[in-house]
């Protein structure tokens, strides 16, 4: 007779969770809704409709800006510790009592071994992201120049087009106003709303990509997409907040400083080793930023500390997104999965987590509501997320195809238009200083991108002059 006590522990996990998460986010909304009465919604005029009771997100959006942020982003990680928590008390419950080595199988069963043991090897016969080492010059047969030329320019029109308008629409949804019924404008304030919908989109996306290219199997467990999913949405979000303190351009060239995260990262995850040139441009992309800063003014943004809330913000968009990529690579390093395996394993996760933590604060009613409101804001959302979709598939398109390289100086071009594009759409003003602070920063990114190939160039020439010697590390000056 099969056991079904260990299956009852498991949902009863589950059904706990649920419960204490409908408390908690009860008591959230009652300590929120009896705050200060400056920051409580006046009551309706006498024989007027009674007013909707405002959702956990609605009463945060009321707090000052200055700190509404912080309590939102307690709430967003509350959220996301209901799908921790769970996952790792399943997790140590299944290790302990063996419960994915048991011979009756059950739908259940079958679902937790999916998420903590993975597919197994079937499958990795072939490779999955086209043949072994895709790549420039990989494909099976040779392009003609023409070709080439024809492909790089639909690469840089694809990644230009899909991030150009993702870049204005950002913008404009965090930072322009929506006009609503009776001429009232408003601003659409729930950046994990915007997280949602792009992570949903790009899970649909790769999904119908994977059933189509029968991409099932792979090795890698469920859960350990979970790390990069959390991290990348972290970044997300802070990257939505704080275009509510600094101008886009200075978040564009903020990314361009995560080189500094990304290589501390690296030295405490992987133990990487970095040339001198890439600490070389590193600072130089730290002195750029900090021209730029100094240089260029937002009049709405004046205050000192809406700009120290936005470098904040942004700092903390940086560590997230250096996690995520260096995270990236030691899966795909140990599990050998496709590129596209990877994002929609990512965007499941992040749809998981949003998703949680917008249907606990109520976020899919207040964005829902503000949605009705403001049919524009719908045409914008839609087109962000499908932008940002879309730029993902070129990314991985434009890394098989042309190399690295090749999309590093694409995306170096883009973040230069768009630093220009807000500036002429939204009138950022930008001085000398900031100028040369811009100029620094791409002068850096070239520079680290010409080192990069010299040294492979010199490394080829060593290897091939050396014919397998024990020969010491190529270097060069800069």
């Known amino acids: 007779m099969r056991n079904y006590v260990p299956d009852i522990i498991i949902l009863f996990i589950i059904i706990v969770t649920v419960t204490i998460v409908r408390l908690v986010s009860q008591i959230l909304h009652e300590t929120l809704a009896d705050g200060p009465p400056e920051l409580v919604l006046p009551p309706p005029a006498e024989g007027a409709a009674p007013r909707p009771e405002l959702s956990l997100s609605q009463l945060i959006d009321q707090k000052s800006k200055e700190y509404s942020w912080l309590l939102r982003l307690l709430v967003n990680l509350f959220g996301y510790f209901c799908i921790f928590i769970p996952g790792v008390l399943i997790y140590k419950y299944a290790k302990r009592t063996k419960y994915m080595e048991r011979s009756d199988r059950s739908h259940l069963s079958a679902l937790v071994k999916f998420c903590y043991s993975g597919t197994g090897t079937d499958g990795l016969d072939r490779p999955l992201d086209g043949p072994a080492g895709a790549g420039k010059g990989s494909t099976g047969n040779k392009r003609t120049t023409a070709q080439e030329c024809a492909l790089l320019c639909y690469c840089l029109v694809g990644l230009m087009g899909s991030y150009l308008t993702w870049g204005v629409l950002q913008e404009k949804i965090m930072t322009q106003e929506y006009e609503g019924p009776e001429k009232r404008k408003s601003h659409f304030k729930d950046s994990q709303f915007l997280v949602f919908s792009n992570r949903v989109l790009g899970f649909l996306i790769t999904a119908v990509y994977l059933v189509a290219k029968r991409q099932f199997r792979h090795r890698a467990p469920l859960y350990k997409y979970s790390f990069a999913s959390f991290s990348n949405i972290m970044s997300a979000w802070f990257q939505y907040e704080a275009l509510k303190f600094v101008n886009f351009p200075t978040q564009v060239l903020a990314k361009s400083c995560k080189i500094i995260p990304v290589m501390i990262m690296g030295k405490i995850i992987s133990r990487n080793k970095y040339e001198f040139y890439e600490y070389l441009t590193a600072v130089m992309i730290s002195v750029g930023m900090i021209f730029f800063l100094t ?16 470098v904040l913000l942004l700092t903390f968009y940086m560590i997230f997104d250096s996690f995520t990529s260096n995270w990236q690579g030691e899966l795909f390093k140990s599990y050998s999965m496709s590129s596209i395996q990877m994002m929609c394993g990512v965007n499941l996760f992040s749809t998981l987590f949003t998703g949680a933590s917008l249907a606990m604060q109520g976020g899919f009613y207040s964005s829902l509501v503000f949605a009705v409101d403001h049919p524009k804001f719908v045409v914008d959302c839609v087109v962000l997320s499908i932008s940002s979709a879309i730029g993902q ?8 195809t042309f190399g690295a390289v090749v999309f590093t100086i694409i995306m170096t071009l883009r973040q230069a238009v768009a630093i220009l594009l807000s500036c002429l759409i939204y009138q950022h003003r930008i001085s000398f200083l900031g100028v040369v602070g811009v100029l620094i920063v791409f002068l850096a990114i070239f520079l680290r991108v010409y080192c990069n190939q010299r040294l492979k160039a010199i490394k080829q020439r060593h290897q091939s002059a050396q014919g397998g010697g024990s020969g010491g590390k190529p270097r060069i000056n800069v």
Request: charged share 10%.
């Open 295 to 310: 240089g260029s003014t937002d009049e709405s943004k004046a205050s000192a500390m809406t700009t120290l809330t936005g």
């Open 393 to 400: 598939l070129f990314i991985f398109y434009t890394i098989a």
